[in-house]
Nanobody
Framework: QVQLVESGGGLVQAGGSLRLSCVASGSILSLNTMAWYRQAAGKKRELVAAITGGGGTDYADSVEGRFTISRGNAKNSVNLLMNSLKPEDTAVYYC???????????????????WGQGTLVTVSS
């Protein structure tokens, strides 16, 4: 089974920093873009940052210059370094991967996208 496992959420004061990590587990042959989304209470899920297989990045305007997405040292992993956090950054953060090709029980499975379970980030004022 292909899964995305997130870690690193928590409570931080405004102006502080947090680092989120996400690792794709399972027998994965390849994947394309990895990204972080977030969903605040009562709001739609929104893209925070994405990184392609070639290393190209994209950020939401609201986090540009404060957040940095990068591929992790582990294969098929991604990190999100969040600096200068604001109360409005409070949300559940979800890891996402698209174009995932994995092997389960000897069979090749292709997934348009896979989501993590989410990790809560709370920024206090």
């Amino acid at each position: 089974q292909v899964q995305l496992v997130e870690s690193g959420g928590g409570l931080v004061q405004a102006g502080g920093s947090l680092r989120l990590s996400c690792v794709a587990s399972g027998s994965i042959l390849s994947l394309n873009t990895m990204a972080w989304y977030r969903q605040a209470a009562g709001k739609k899920r929104e893209l925070v940052a994405a990184i392609t297989g070639g290393g190209g990045t994209d950020y939401a305007d609201s986090v540009e210059g404060r957040f940095t997405i990068s591929r992790g040292n582990a294969k098929n992993s991604v990190n999100l370094l969040m600096n200068s956090l604001k109360p409005e950054d409070t949300a559940v953060y979800y890891c996402n991967a698209d174009g995932v090709v994995g092997v389960i029980g000897g069979d090749v499975h292709r997934y348009l996208e896979v989501w993590g379970q989410g990790t809560l980030v709370t920024v206090s004022s």
